[in-house]
């Protein structure tokens, strides 16, 4: 008869006791560490100097962005004093146009007020009608003026000598209608247009010195060309003495690249 299994001896398997003594160092290990840790922590190494670097490092890196805040603001409050002299200056130059404005329309005030006190006066040989009738009537009652005999010639009188035809000294003088000849207008050359009588100044000194050939002879002016909102004053240069002596010295300029237009020689003496 055959045993059954079961009465066969069982056999260990050879590897089992090495890996109960691993796991068994391990736990002493795990242990030991423990108790170290537990009753004398001095022995373990120390980890808190590795956190105190890393701490450092972001302070280190805080500061840093602290300071490139710190730049960046000085910087835009130097933008912002910048842009604030900026718009002083633009105020400055603004008041002082409005000064040269003022100062220009009191000057046209100043120059319409004796034309206009001219032109309400009325003229000397306009006589009103009731005087004349008046300086009538006392000379047709003024009586006769009394003649004398061998007088003396009044001074400035004519002399009536033999050969004189009385007949035609009697006769009134009569003239012709009285023809106005207005005079010529002075030509003129308008060089450039600014809004201040200043910057007419630096223009008209810089071409003279340019061009002395074509205007070292001539003067020059400025005439108010805008209004009071958009002020503009043209620079003109003369007299020219003819229309064709002007056209010359534009085509002279005009091909030295210099703006030049004919115009009436006329405004305040620059």
């Known amino acids: 008869m055959t045993k059954p299994a079961t009465d066969k001896p069982m056999r260990r398997k050879a590897g089992q006791p090495t890996y109960l003594a691993a796991w068994a160092v391990l736990g002493a290990v795990g242990l030991g560490y423990l108790g170290i840790a537990f009753f004398a922590p001095q022995f373990l190494p120390d980890l808190s100097g590795g956190r105190q670097r890393v701490a450092e490092t972001a302070v280190m890196k805080m500061t840093a962005d ?3 805040l710190k730049s960046s603001l000085t910087k835009l409050e130097l933008d912002v004093a910048s842009v604030k002299a900026d718009v002083a200056a633009q105020a400055s130059q603004t008041q002082t146009l409005g ?10 005030r100043l120059a319409q007020a004796p034309m206009a006190a001219n032109a309400a006066q009325p003229a000397s040989g306009d006589v009103p009608a009731f005087a004349s009738g008046a300086a009538q ?8 003026p009394a003649k004398v005999i061998n007088a003396p010639p ?6 009536e000598t033999g050969s004189v035809d009385r007949k035609k000294a009697s006769q009134p003088i009569t003239f012709g209608p009285a023809v106005v000849k207005r005079a010529a207008t002075p030509i003129g050359l308008q060089l450039a247009t600014d809004p201040s009588v200043d910057g007419l100044r630096v223009t008209w000194g810089a071409l003279s010195q340019i061009h002395p050939e074509q205007l070292s002879h001539l003067k020059a002016r400025y005439a108010d060309l805008g209004t009071a909102t958009n002020p503009s004053f043209g620079l003109i240069a003369g007299p020219v003495k003819s229309k064709a002596e002007a056209r010359k010295l534009c085509k002279e300029l005009a091909a030295q690249s ?11 003496e620059l």
């Open 154 to 159: 009044r001074v400035g009188a004519p002399i």
């Open 258 to 268: 210099v703006s030049c237009k004919i115009s009436e020689y006329k405004g305040e």
């Open 99 to 108: 000064e040269q404005v003022t100062a220009l329309d009191d000057k046209v």
């Open 66 to 68: 602290v300071e490139g």
């Open 137 to 144: 009537a006392e000379a047709d009652n003024a009586p006769a």
